[in-house]
């Protein structure tokens, strides 16, 4: 479920005359996605997403995500270009909602993960940081190390019903974690998508067959943060599988893959090991505020915080950066 507010025939005809983008043949809600209202729209142009930007998107932020989808997709970095209306402006108003539409991306996110998406995978990620690597804009991450204490204290009341135990030990993890992570100055830093899960990440076949990224969407968490923290979210969403088994083939042709766009310095690698604790942490907190806040008959499908428990207790006992495939 992803249409949170419903649009009129009339409202979008009269919405897409502040733009030159053809005249509407036809639209339909978009179903996935769980954040904001997403519709496809067909023009005489071609294809575009409409989003309506729902209750946790901070309309003041809009700019920062908009603004750096512009200029990665002008870097040449597939992904949603922000298409501006008559008057010069990407962020529009619909429906009583800050809105914007941008192009269409072809292909489809892989709904199982092979070995042979880990590569591209890798590419696209290096080619995101260097083509970022310009963009004057900053945000900080609002779930980065800092914002996981609160998040912990706002599960606290429920978070045991989930699983015996549950909070305290999180408790003992974060410690370790905060203790752990590295200092300010000590990796580099730059804008990241701090949110590069395989549904964000469409393929198309290449002429071999082979597997080449086409897009990367939802920018919604971008922020100006460490670049390696990027392939811990990346080693978290992409290199388990369904049975929690850490997939050591997957990982390397990763940062492989990576590295031979940009290596990673030695402090990155050393550093790895706590970013995938910290990014599995990130994820499983997230996912445990949604469970505990969300009543369970609603319509959006909550996603299971006890996944990221496995991997956070996988990437604990992780005593090298070599076990990762760093
Ligand atoms: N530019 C695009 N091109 C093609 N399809 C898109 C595009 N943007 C979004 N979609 C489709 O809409 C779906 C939902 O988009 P998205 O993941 O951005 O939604 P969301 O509600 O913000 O997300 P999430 O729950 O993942 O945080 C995607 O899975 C994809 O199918
Ligand atoms: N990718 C996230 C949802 C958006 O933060 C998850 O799977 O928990």
């Known amino acids: 479920m992803a249409v949170y507010t419903e649009v009129t025939d009339e ?38 997403v409409l989003t309506l930007y729902e209750k946790r998107v901070d309309p003041a932020e809009l700019p920062y995500f908009l603004g750096l989808m512009e200029h990665l997709a002008r870097a040449g970095l597939a992904c949603p270009t922000p298409v501006r209306g008559r008057d010069g402006a990407a962020l529009r108003e619909l429906a009583g909602r800050p809105a914007a539409i941008c192009t269409f991306l072809e292909g489809v996110w ?9 590569a591209p995978l890798g590419g696209a990620l290096a080619r995101l940081h260097a083509a970022s690597g310009d963009f004057a804009a900053t945000r900080p991450n ?8 609160p998040l912990l204290e706002a599960c606290r009341g429920r978070g045991d019903e989930v699983q015996p135990g549950l909070m305290a030990e999180l408790d003992r993890h974060l410690t370790e974690i905060l203790a752990a992570w590295p200092a300010p100055g000590a990796l580099p830093v730059g804008q990241i998508h701090a949110d590069m899960f395989p549904d964000n990440v469409f393929f198309l076949a290449d002429a071999e067959g082979r597997p080449r990224v086409s897009g990367v969407i939802d920018f919604y968490f971008a922020c100006t943060d460490l670049l ?54 990130r994820f499983l907190l997230t996912r445990l505020y949604d469970w505990t ?34």
């Open 228 to 281: 390696a923290y990027d392939i811990a979210v990346c080693l978290n969403a992409w290199c388990f599988e369904p049975d929690g088994a850490f997939n050591l083939t997957k990982a390397r042709a990763m940062v492989q893959a990576y590295q031979a766009l940009r290596p990673l310095t030695e402090a990155e690698g050393a550093a790895l090991p706590v970013l995938c604790r910290g990014a599995a942490i």
């Open 293 to 326: 806040h969300t009543p369970a008959d609603a319509l959006v499908t909550r996603k299971d915080p006890l996944e990221y428990l496995r991997k956070l207790r996988f990437f604990a006992q992780v005593e090298t950066p070599g076990a990762i495939g760093v």
């Open 110 to 118: 892989p709904r199982r993960v092979r070995p042979e998406h880990l």
């Open 142 to 149: 609002a779930l980065g190390p800092a914002g996981w204490a």
């Open 11 to 48: 409202a979008l005809r009269a919405f897409l005359a502040d733009y030159e983008i053809g005249d509407l043949l036809a639209f339909r809600g978009i179903a996935e996605g769980v954040e904001n209202s997403n519709y496809a729209l067909r023009t005489t142009q071609g294809d575009f």
